[in-house]
């Protein structure tokens, strides 16, 4: 004879369970964990636009001076803080512009609106979001800025007037973001396209070319250094004459790093250290490296298939390959760092020479470089790092540079925290909290998961998700109160409850209950941590149908202080 064979150790409360949330056909899903531990989200910009200069201030980007459909005076800004854009104006619109921040200011300078060069800078002051204009002494482009302090320099360039020839100046403009107040220098030598950087007390200028002489170009070896400290100038020598150089700071060093010279492109780095006055030198393996990147106290060169590491702290060079090797295809890709990651994405392919939307996150603290995908295929992309945020701005659409973009990709450090607690009813509690200086953009999905292994992979099983439609602003909580149902697919046995959030599809997981979850053909329990749980073997003759236990108040079933154990015999 077969039927039930009830087994029931009653306490106080002798109310029946109540009935189990319905099994619902949620299948297993695939999980995509952020790329580099990066989220990967998109905006568009409030007008689309190419070649802008970009000054980062506080939690603000600022881009000004690109080429849009409305000219060239077009002013878009970031807030990290909010994730949100809004939009300016310039006093008056021109392109070529060099935008440089010091201390809660932003300054946009010189440019060229028609035939002559402009002498405006625009001022925009963050903390108060009021724009003001000051004036460079000579009307110029491609001049070199760096910024020591309070004091923002501009160094060199080039100026044109109408009926005369284009000529580099040595002019150098201070301005004082203390007082507003702006004062001249000179540089050693008039040229343009000078490397500029700060260590310490010290601007350096290094390199560049003066005005041709019978058509040749006169590239230069000379360095100007000066002291913000005493206000004076002193002069050093490269290696190799040459302009076009990459600048780079590293703790307590400054690389200048390859450029172009009268042989060609350079693999030329000349290194000077600020706390011993010492000048070295290095030569890179080859004279087509990508971008660099600074991250800590390393320099990192990209060689497609190699990165070349600098180490200040040591002085020393050391190679690593990229695994894989995913900048190989990248031709003048566009660069930013986030966090530990440097993130290297559009421009050119190298073969073929057409826009690419391939990128490559490059996690310095692994060597693992990562492949993903730009939202759209584009070059002469303006890139910038605000708080923990990088992003690609904008740019040129189609190989011929037939017009300008609005698209910017944004990576996000995917840096949360919070908790997920056991089931209370048909829903489980969770919160989430963004770690990280930057807002995480809406929309954002939270997901609960069961785990046989804690381990977040492809063997967990969806038990239900929210979705947050609202940006969640650094180091902020939302409360979440996730719906569950459990899956047909989900087998008899016990779990662990994970939580995992991120944009769709870069879910990372950033809670864990390790408490057991039980399944069991009638439904779930749990074991409560206040209750001693003891799983007692009971011998049941022809049971056909799994057993199931509630112990506690914490169980899924309400608060009911009872052990039940059912069967079939």
């Given at each position: 004879?077969?039927?039930?064979?009830?087994?029931?150790?009653?306490?106080?409360?002798?109310?029946?369970?109540?009935?189990?949330?319905?099994?619902?056909?949620?299948?297993?899903?695939?999980?995509?964990?952020?790329?580099?531990?990066?989220?990967?989200?998109?905006?568009?910009?409030?007008?689309?636009?190419?070649?802008?200069?970009?000054?980062?201030?506080?939690?603000?980007?600022?881009?000004?001076g690109?080429?849009?459909?409305?000219?060239?005076?077009?002013?878009?800004?970031?807030?990290a803080?909010?994730?949100?854009?809004?939009?300016?104006?310039?006093?008056?619109a021109?392109?070529?512009?060099?935008?440089?921040?010091?201390?809660?200011?932003?300054?946009?300078?010189?440019?060229?609106?028609?035939?002559?060069?402009?002498?405006?800078?625009?001022?925009?002051?963050?903390?108060?979001?009021?724009?003001?204009?000051?004036?460079?002494?000579?009307?110029?482009?491609?001049?070199?800025?760096?910024?020591?302090?309070?004091?923002?320099?501009?160094?060199?360039?080039?100026?044109?007037?109408?009926?005369?020839?284009?000529?580099?100046t040595?002019?150098?403009?201070?301005?004082?973001?203390?007082?507003?107040?702006?004062?001249?220098?000179?540089?050693?030598?008039?040229?343009?396209?000078?490397?500029?950087?700060?260590?310490?007390?010290?601007?350096?200028?290094?390199?560049?070319?003066?005005?041709?002489?019978?058509?040749?170009?006169?590239?230069?070896?000379?360095?100007?250094?000066?002291?913000?400290?005493?206000?004076?100038?002193?002069?050093?020598t490269?290696?190799?004459a040459?302009?076009?150089?990459?600048?780079?700071?590293?703790?307590?060093t400054?690389?200048?790093?390859?450029?172009?010279?009268?042989?060609?492109?350079?693999?030329?780095?000349?290194?000077?250290?600020?706390?011993?006055?010492?000048?070295?030198?290095?030569?890179?393996?080859?004279?087509?490296?990508?971008?660099?990147?600074?991250?800590?106290?390393?320099a990192?060169?990209?060689?497609?298939?190699?990165?070349?590491?600098?180490?200040?702290?040591?002085?020393?060079?050391?190679?690593?390959?990229?695994?894989?090797?995913?900048?190989?295809?990248?031709?003048?890709?566009?660069?930013?760092?986030?966090?530990?990651?440097?993130?290297?994405?559009?421009?050119?392919?190298?073969?073929?020479?057409?826009d690419?939307?391939?990128?490559?996150?490059?996690?310095?603290?692994?060597?693992?470089?990562?492949?993903?995908?730009?939202?759209?295929?584009?070059?002469?992309?303006?890139?910038?790092?605000?708080?923990?945020?990088?992003?690609?701005?904008?740019?040129?659409v189609?190989?011929?540079?037939?017009?300008?973009?609005?698209?910017?990709?944004?990576?996000?450090?995917?840096?949360?925290?919070?908790?997920?607690?056991?089931?209370?009813?048909?829903?489980?509690?969770?919160?989430?909290?963004?770690?990280?200086?930057?807002?995480l953009p809406?929309?954002?999905?939270?997901?609960?998961?069961?785990?046989?292994?804690?381990?977040?992979?492809?063997?967990?099983?969806?038990?239900?998700?929210?979705?947050?439609?609202?940006?969640?602003?650094?180091?902020?909580?939302?409360?979440?109160?996730?719906?569950?149902?459990?899956?047909?697919?989900?087998?008899?046995?016990?779990?662990?409850?994970?939580?995992?959030?991120?944009?769709?599809?870069?879910?990372?997981?950033?809670?864990?209950?390790r408490?057991?979850?039980?399944?069991?053909?009638?439904?779930?329990?749990?074991?409560?941590?206040?209750?001693?749980?003891?799983?007692?073997?009971?011998?049941?003759?022809?049971?056909?149908?799994?057993?199931?236990?509630?112990?506690?108040?914490?169980?899924?079933?309400?608060?009911?202080?009872?052990?039940?154990?059912?069967?079939?015999?």
């Amino acid at each position: 004879m077969r039927g039930p064979i009830p087994m029931a150790f009653h306490r106080t409360d002798h109310r029946r369970l109540p009935r189990v949330p319905a099994f619902e056909n949620l299948e297993p899903r695939t999980l995509f964990a952020a790329i580099g531990n990066v989220f990967h989200t998109t905006a568009t910009l409030p007008e689309a636009t190419e070649g802008a200069a970009v000054a980062v201030v506080g939690n603000e980007a600022i881009f000004a001076g690109g080429s849009t459909t409305s000219g060239y005076a077009q002013v878009n800004i970031y807030n990290a803080a909010t994730a949100q854009w809004s939009a300016a104006r310039l006093s008056r619109a021109r392109p070529d512009i060099t935008a440089l921040a010091v201390d809660d200011e932003a300054l946009f300078a010189g440019g060229q609106p028609g035939i002559d060069t402009s002498s405006i800078v625009d001022i925009y002051n963050a903390s108060t979001g009021a724009w003001s204009a000051g004036n460079l002494s000579v009307g110029r482009i491609d001049m070199a800025a760096t910024t020591v302090g309070n004091l923002a320099i501009f160094a060199g360039g080039e100026t044109a007037a109408t009926n005369l020839a284009s000529t580099v100046t040595n002019a150098v403009d201070f301005y004082d973001a203390i007082d507003g107040k702006w004062f001249t220098g000179s540089l050693s030598q008039a040229r343009s396209g000078i490397a500029a950087a700060s260590v310490g007390d010290l601007a350096l200028f290094a390199g560049g070319q003066g005005d041709e002489k019978d058509g040749v170009t006169q590239y230069s070896s000379v360095v100007d250094i000066y002291n913000t400290k005493t206000g004076r100038w002193s002069t050093a020598t490269l290696s190799q004459a040459r302009t076009g150089i990459d600048a780079l700071t590293v703790g307590n060093t400054v690389l200048f790093a390859g450029g172009s010279a009268a042989t060609g492109l350079s693999t030329a780095v000349d290194i000077y250290n600020s706390t011993t006055g010492h000048w070295s030198t290095a030569t890179l393996p080859s004279a087509q490296a990508l971008q660099p990147a600074v991250v800590g106290d390393r320099a990192f060169f990209f060689f497609g298939s190699t990165v070349e590491i600098y180490d200040s702290t040591t002085g020393k060079w050391s190679s690593e390959p990229l695994s894989p090797s995913e900048s190989a295809a990248l031709a003048n890709p566009s660069e930013s760092a986030v966090d530990s990651d440097i993130v290297l994405g559009g421009g050119a392919t190298q073969n073929a020479s057409i826009d690419t939307n391939a990128a490559c996150i490059y996690d310095t603290s692994n060597g693992r470089a990562y492949t993903t995908t730009l939202s759209q295929a584009r070059s002469a992309i303006t890139a910038a790092t605000v708080d923990s945020t990088a992003l690609f701005a904008g740019g040129v659409v189609g190989d011929s540079g037939s017009g300008d973009s609005s698209a910017v990709d944004l990576f996000t450090p995917a840096d949360l925290a919070g908790t997920v607690s056991l089931p209370r009813g048909s829903s489980v509690p969770v919160s989430l909290t963004n770690n990280s200086t930057s807002a995480l953009p809406a929309p954002d999905s939270v997901a609960v998961y069961a785990s046989a292994t804690g381990v977040f992979d492809d063997t967990a099983v969806l038990l239900g998700s929210s979705r947050v439609n609202t940006t969640l602003p650094p180091g902020a909580t939302e409360q979440l109160s996730i719906p569950i149902a459990i899956p047909r697919s989900l087998h008899a046995g016990s779990y662990h409850l994970l939580a995992a959030a991120g944009p769709p599809g870069q879910l990372v997981e950033f809670a864990a209950q390790r408490r057991l979850l039980v399944v069991g053909a009638g439904g779930v329990v749990n074991a409560a941590p206040s209750h001693a749980a003891v799983f007692v073997p009971v011998i049941l003759p022809r049971l056909s149908a799994f057993s199931t236990m509630a112990i506690g108040s914490d169980s899924l079933f309400g608060d009911a202080s009872r052990v039940e154990i059912s069967g079939e015999a």
